[in-house]
């Protein structure tokens, strides 16, 4: 089971119920959460990592949606 950075050090599994981006971003939002951490919680220096991150939303968010029109039909 994949874990996620909960702040503080402390890590947690993450649940299997979690939404779909979440789990499949999750890499991309470690990214962000550590540049942060080093730039000293500037955004303007992570914009890669998070611009990163919204692809794979975006790019979840489509294949979910996807998913969902071929199950209706």
Known sequence: MPFVYTGK????????DAPPEQRLCAKQA??????????????HLCKGAIDDWRSCVD???????????????
């Open 9 to 16: 050090g402390r890590r947690q599994a993450q649940k299997d």
């Open 30 to 43: 470690c990214a962000i959460q550590w540049c942060l951490a080093k730039r000293d919680h500037k955004e």
């Open 59 to 73: 790019k979840v968010r489509t294949a979910e949606a996807a998913k969902t029109e071929r199950a209706e039909e």
